[in-house]
T-cell receptor, first 113, second 115 residues
Framework: DADVTQTPRNRITKTGKRIMLECSQTKGHDRMYWYRQDPGLGLRLIYYSFDVKDINKGEISDGYSVSRQAQAKFSLSLESAIPNQTALYFC????????????FGPGTRLTVL | AQSVAQPEDQVNVAEGNPLTVKCTYSVSGNPYLFWYVQYPNRGLQFLLK??????LVKGSYGFEAEFNKSQTSFHLKKPSALVSDSALYFCAVRVLSGGYNKLIFGAGTRLAVHP
């Protein structure tokens, strides 16, 4: 969905390096999420933010940090990348209230050597 | 624990035949259930959701899903499969955790439709 963009789309890095993945959205949604996808494990929630001042840890937040720079921007950082953080990372957004659909970006494929 | 399960890693079906992708859930309270599809090199796309009302929910691309409360299932169905339906399908359930509503996703089922 072009309304949610992620950069970079692919990244190869080395163990110990700091990496930032960026997400931008034009849907006007307040809620943003970061997931990682691993084969056979589905999507697991890393962090989520319900507005600029509200950031919460998901089920697998260790080794990650986030920054919500604006309503439209939500960045994920790996302070010191390790090989088991090799995965496909997705950003998603949703609107306020009720049972909500989430809209996903195209994903960032990260490889940590 | 609240969870969602997709018991099949892969489903194979011939084009033109009906397809079913299975999903079961475990949540407290009334479930809010979703199906998403992921095509190669793309993010997930919303297909359909069940909130309340009719147990048969219709969604995008001719897909539908049947909510069965007694069996705690929400199976995805399509009467006649297309090769272009081949993709990875995720079932999800909304849960309340830490005062917030979030989605929990199943592990995914790969659907392969053969000509």
């Amino acid at each position: 969905d072009a309304d949610v963009t992620q950069t970079p789309r692919n990244r190869i890095t080395k163990t110990g390096k700091r990496i930032m993945l960026e997400c931008s959205q034009t849907k006007g949604h307040d809620r943003m999420y970061w997931y990682r996808q691993d084969p056979g494990l589905g999507l697991r929630l890393i962090y989520y933010s319900f507005d600029v001042k509200d950031i919460n840890k998901g089920e697998i937040s260790d080794g990650y940090s986030v920054s919500r720079q604006a309503q439209a921007k939500f960045s994920l950082s790996l302070e010191s990348a390790i090989p088991n953080q090799t995965a496909l990372y997705f950003c998603a957004t949703s609107g306020l209230g009720g049972p909500h659909e989430q809209f996903f970006g195209p994903g960032t494929r990260l490889t940590v050597l | 624990a609240q969870s969602v399960a997709q018991p099949e890693d892969q489903v194979n079906v011939a084009e033109g035949n009906p397809l079913t992708v299975k999903c079961t859930y475990s949540v407290s309270g009334n479930p809010y259930l979703f199906w998403y599809v992921q095509y190669p090199n793309r993010g997930l796309q919303f297909l359909l959701k069940y909130i309340t009302g009719d147990n048969l929910v219709k969604g995008s691309y001719g897909f539908e899903a049947e909510f069965n409360k007694s069996q705690t299932s929400f199976h995805l169905k399509k009467p006649s499969a297309l090769v272009s339906d081949s993709a990875l399908y995720f079932c999800a359930v909304r849960v309340l955790s830490g005062g917030y509503n979030k989605l929990i996703f199943g592990a995914g089922t790969r659907l392969a439709v053969h000509p």
